[in-house]
Each structure stands twice: as structure tokens, then as C-alpha cells.
């Protein structure tokens, strides 16, 4: 279903925060009791800081209570942003497989856990057209 995920919501529209909720118990409902998928949940749209509905700080606490991580990003103007955010989930998600698979620090990375053609993809599809 998935190694890894991103909920996004609008920071300037909160009906997409008050589904953030619903989203987690799915992924957490989907991938059982025992499964830790990463997750980070990320408020998009900072650029619109005058349009704003969901405070910076109402999203940290959703993510603490929820027990994920938490980042506001603005693709408008870089989607830099994002693809770091990838990367760190990629990096947290292969360092969980490792672990538990017991190859901490193990030379061979998972094929199915490799960021760099996804990344690109994500890169294309960001790029103004």
C-alpha cells in the first residue's frame, strides 16, 4: 500500500486540515497495529500567508498528536521544498527497513526504496510548464 507518506492540506483552506485525521487512521488502519509507516503531514500553500485559515502552530500540534512529522512548504515558489521532503521521508523509510530487516548499515539499498527516479518525477511534474 505504501512505505512512506505525505498528508497535505492547504494552510488556507480548513476543510483539507479537519480530513487530516481521517487520512492518518486510514494509513494507520490499512497498514494494521503493528506497521510504523513514516509520515509527515505538511501544510502547503505558505506563500498565502494573508489567506491563512490553519495556524503554523495548529498543524504542529496535529502532527504531535498524531506522531508525525510536520512541515509547512510553498511549491509556488520553489519546489525545493518538496523534494527535500521526499528525500527525508525516503532517508527515514530505508533507515526503518533496515532496521527491520537487520541490515543497519548495510551497503545494499532496497530497489524498492530508490528515490532518485522518483524524485525526477516529482522535479517534472513541479516545473512550471
Not at 51 to 60: K, P, S, T
Request: aromatic content about 6%.
Amino acid at each position: 500500500w505504501g512505505d512512506a507518506f505525505i498528508i497535505v492540506y492547504s494552510i488556507n483552506d480548513i476543510c483539507s486540515f479537519h480530513e487530516v485525521m481521517r487520512i492518518k487512521f486510514l494509513i494507520s488502519h490499512t497498514k494494521g497495529p503493528n506497521a510504523h509507516a513514516p509520515v509527515i503531514l505538511v501544510g502547503n500553500k505558505r506563500d498565502l500567508e494573508l489567506d491563512r485559515m490553519v495556524a503554523r502552530l495548529d498543524g504542529q500540534k496535529m502532527a504531535d498528536a498524531l506522531g508525525c512529522g510536520f512541515s509547512e512548504v510553498t511549491t509556488k515558489e520553489s519546489y525545493l521544498e518538496v523534494v527535500r521532503l521526499f528525500e527525508g521521508l525516503y532517508a527515514q523509510c530505508k533507515e526503518q527497513s533496515q532496521t527491520k530487516d537487520g541490515r543497519l548499515n548495510s551497503p545494499k539499498s532496497s530497489p524498492k526504496l530508490s528515490p532518485r527516479l522518483n524524485i525526477r518525477k516529482v522535479k517534472s511534474l513541479l516545473r512550471p510548464q
